[in-house]
């Protein structure tokens, strides 16, 4: 195989699905390809599938193939959209895809038309001519994840209604024809969720987004991102409680309520929201507001299915404060880190509250792979944290939660950090602390009055500097972009998480999220030590991410992941057991506390009160 065929398959097939190309993360705009066709396959994360299957041979040429790629104008904007995130540069394999079909198609190309049918021709009809497909170039991008668990499955259509009216008729067709649908917002919760053998029903071409800020609400179609509507609604002043920025906001709340920094105040699942449409899977239209509606009370702790698609939903709005920023206070302990969360929470201090590991600390901070791994280890064994905590809000929530805390990190320190990551990992942590070494840990020099200037000294923090740990190339865009204050003001970075999908650039990840009572705060650390263990057995790199206090402190909403090459079979054979080993597990932790509760039981009842799940043992049975 010559080194640029290689080089093109192994980027396509190294896609993770998180849909960051499908948004204008890093305002350098959205691929104008995918915004003008809206199918998956015309944006570089279809893009991918299609370049992986057709150099595999398993697509033959069709026109929708040729289309999506002809279609690419080689922008270049997700170049660096993807390479912020993954590491992966999918111009060079969008470049070799393109070159490939102009050389077959000098070579006579053989083109073989998509099958019709009289299904297809209804789906048609509703949606208009180009918005449902049997294209297998576009099928092939709605057909597989890089979960260890989804096998890739052909969808037989993929159709795109505009709106309400036209999902409701697709839905009535799916069931007079008795074919089977699944739904997909932006396909990035990567669990083989939005895989269908008959119809994928793709919500991208329902983007309305309407506010009312005198009833402090948006009314947001369920083709909006997070991203989008967390722009718009900032330029009005307000936020909205968004977690991932490429999730489409509907989807999200269905699939896990959505879960952030935030649901320490901001809460989860029907706490944000107003009212919300669905189509029953009779293609009846409902709303919740409606006295015979879904009831968000009713959650079902064995699961439950999905109350219909919901096609828009009515979101609460949130007034922005002018001197909102962020603390970040280190701890050695995990124990001593939750206490502190818990207790902030307990009084109602702060917008958002996190305890993060020195896993997403060293993935976040920093803009290659390589720079990551040293800073992990960097904060662990140098600096001695185990666990950081980061504290959202107003300047009155950070005064008590800097007096509540033993040593505070101010947001001009993490800045200085970030832009002198490169120049810290080159000479270490003992430039900075040189002269002031005592009996307290290494992070408490850190916290130190003044030290910002012996730092900014010894780093010399600059996005040039930053920049310089990138390939040649990129080198300049980057520094643009570090030139800015978004990217390392800690606040703007947790209402907009551009950085979070770092998280997989070392390898998938596959992310195991409980809700864990807090009044014993050592229970979350035998979640992790049992995690843990469960990874090193299954012999997958994996650590803890998150937990955020909620409902002022009763229970914490914990992440732990583990980290896989999707494209290695053997990895993910091991990653396929692990999460079949998590299940159980899980049973075995909720004998040491019964309300510990997985986040599976949530999926699909995203729209219940929270009140439902983090106190489900306390719900009425029937007697
Ligand atoms: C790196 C990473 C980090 C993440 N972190 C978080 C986090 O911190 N907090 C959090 O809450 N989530 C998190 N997630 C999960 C992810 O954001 C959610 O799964 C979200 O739903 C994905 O949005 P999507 O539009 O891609 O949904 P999809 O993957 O397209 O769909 C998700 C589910 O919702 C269903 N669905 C889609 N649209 C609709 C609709 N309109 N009506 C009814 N059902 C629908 C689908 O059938 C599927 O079951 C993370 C995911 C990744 C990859
Ligand atoms: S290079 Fe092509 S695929 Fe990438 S953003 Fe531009 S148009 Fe889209």
């Known amino acids: 195989m010559n080194d640029e065929r290689k080089i093109a398959l192994e980027t396509s ?10 948004i204008d993360s890093l305002n350098t705009g959205v691929c104008p390809s995918g915004r003008k066709n809206h199918f998956v396959s015309y944006y570089p994360q279809g893009l991918m599938d299609i370049t992986a299957a057709f150099l595999e041979e398993r697509i ?24 912020f995130v993954t590491g992966l540069r999918p111009l060079q394999a969008i470049s070799f895809l393109k070159a490939e079909l102009e050389e077959l198609k000098k070579r006579g190309l053989e083109m ?42 052909l969808p037989g259509y993929v159709t795109l209604p505009e709106n309400t009216g036209q999902l409701a008729e697709v839905v009535k067709l799916c069931g007079r024809n008795g074919i089977p649908y699944s739904v997909r917002g932006n396909g990035s919760s990567v669990m083989g969720f939005v895989l269908s053998s008959g119809v994928v029903i793709d919500t991208a071409r329902m983007r309305t987004m309407s506010f ?13 991102s997070s991203m989008e509507l967390q722009r718009e609604a900032r330029k009005l002043g307000f936020r909205v409680n968004a977690a991932e920025p490429s999730a489409l906001y509907c989807a999200n709340v269905m699939c896990s309520g959505i879960f952030s920094l935030f649901s320490s105040s901001l809460g989860t699942g029907l706490d944000n929201i107003i009212d919300a449409e669905f189509v029953k899977d009779d293609g009846e239209v409902t709303r919740l507001s409606r006295q015979n509606g879904p009831n968000p009370c009713a959650f079902q702790k064995g699961g439950a299915p999905a109350p219909g698609i919901c096609s828009r939903a009515v979101v609460r709005l949130y007034p922005v404060c002018d001197s ?26 702060g917008l958002g509250i996190g305890v993060l590991g020195t896993e997403y600390l060293g993935a976040f901070l920093a803009p290659t792979a390589k720079l990551g ?39 001009d320190m993490i800045r200085a950090l970030t832009l002198g990551a490169a120049s810290l990992a080159k000479c270490g942590i003992s430039s900075v602390l040189h002269g002031l070494d005592g009996d307290e840990p290494a992070y408490a020099a850190m916290a130190e009055p003044g030290m910002i200037t012996l730092v900014e000294a010894a780093l010399e923090p600059s996005p040039e500097s930053l920049a310089g740990e990138v390939e040649g190339d990129l080198r300049e865009k980057y520094q643009e972009l570090y030139a800015g204050n978004d990217i390392t003001d800690i606040m703007w970075l947790n209402d907009f998480r551009i950085i979070s999908s770092r998280m997989g650039r070392d390898g998938h990840v596959v992310a195991f999220i409980l809700y864990v009572p807090l009044d014993d705060p050592s229970l979350a650390e035998t979640v992790h030590e049992r995690f843990a263990l469960l990874a090193e057995e299954n012999e997958l790199r994996g650590d803890f991410g998150f937990l955020t206090p909620m409902n002022m402190g009763s229970m914490g909403v914990l992440e732990w992941d583990m980290y896989l090459d999707h494209t290695d079979p053997e990895q993910v054979q091991r990653g396929r057991r692990a999460m079949g080993e998590a299940g159980a597990m899980i049973e075995k932790l909720k004998e040491l506390d019964p309300r510990i509760l997985f986040i599976g039981s949530v999926f699909n009842q995203g729209f219940c009160r929270k009140e439902s799940f983090l106190h489900h043992n306390a719900l009425l049975i029937d007697e």
Do not use: W
Not at 113 to 140: V, W
Not at 327 to 343: L, N, T
């Open 13 to 22: 097939k190294g896609c993770r699905h998180y849909a960051m190309c499908k």
């Open 60 to 83: 033959p040429v069709t026109p929708g193939l040729l289309h999506a790629a002809a279609e690419c104008t080689m922008c270049g904007i997700c170049d660096l959209q993807c390479h």
């Open 112 to 153: 073989e038309e998509p099958p019709e049918d009289s299904f297809l021709k209804e789906l048609r009809e509703i949606t208009g001519e180009r918005f449902s497909t049997s294209d297998p170039a576009h099928l092939i991008a709605y057909s597989n994840d890089p979960c260890p668990v989804s096998r890739e499955t």
């Open 212 to 224: 009312d800020t005198a009833n402090r609400s948006v009314t947001v179609g369920a083709g909006i």
């Open 324 to 349: 909102e920023s962020a603390i970040a206070v280190p701890f050695g302990s995990m124990d001593e880190a939750v206490k502190y969360a818990r207790e902030l929470n307990r009084l109602g201090i």
């Open 373 to 411: 791994e040293t800073l992990r280890k960097l904060f662990k064994h140098d600096l001695e944290i185990n666990c950081m905590v980061l504290v959202l809000g107003n300047r009155f929530h950070l005064n008590a939660a800097a007096e509540l805390a033993p040593f505070v990190l101010e947001q």
